[in-house]
């Protein structure tokens, strides 16, 4: 069992609670956010997670803004990101270009979900 944490920041609740069920069956310690407001106040007051799972689309502030954000807030830039998108123009290099280290595309399938968690966080299962 894993005690890392990761930060789901996802406005709809249906999502964002299937992402925790599956990451606590993992053994991770799953903690999330509505907005980007939400999800900086838990970085900055709450817990520092070891991996933030980010979609783009939310409210105050959106993945983009809360990306750039990262610039300027060690609490917010000490976690790598990975982007969990439906946007047609999402790609590994684009992530990348946002500061992110990994793509997740909606509808997320959780063998990918599990398989990217564990290769940012080096919880690679045994051969």
Not at 58 to 64: A, F, V, Y
Request: proline share 7%.
């Amino acid at each position: 069992m894993s005690e890392k944490t990761i930060l789901i920041v996802e406005d709809n609740e249906v999502q964002r609670e299937g992402l925790a069920v599956v990451l606590r069956k993992e053994g991770y310690n799953a903690v999330s956010a509505m907005c980007g407001d939400e999800a900086v106040g838990i970085v900055e007051r709450v817990v520092r997670p070891d991996l933030i799972l980010l979609d783009m689309m939310i409210p105050s502030p959106d993945g983009w803004r809360f990306m750039a954000m990262r610039k300027d807030n060690p609490a917010l830039a000490a976690a790598p990101v990975v982007i969990v998108t439906a946007l047609g123009v999402a790609s590994p290099e684009w992530a990348e270009s946002l500061g992110a280290c990994g793509l997740i595309r909606k509808p997320v399938e959780t063998a990918h979900l599990l398989a990217e968690v564990r290769r940012r966080l080096g919880d690679e299962p045994p051969a």
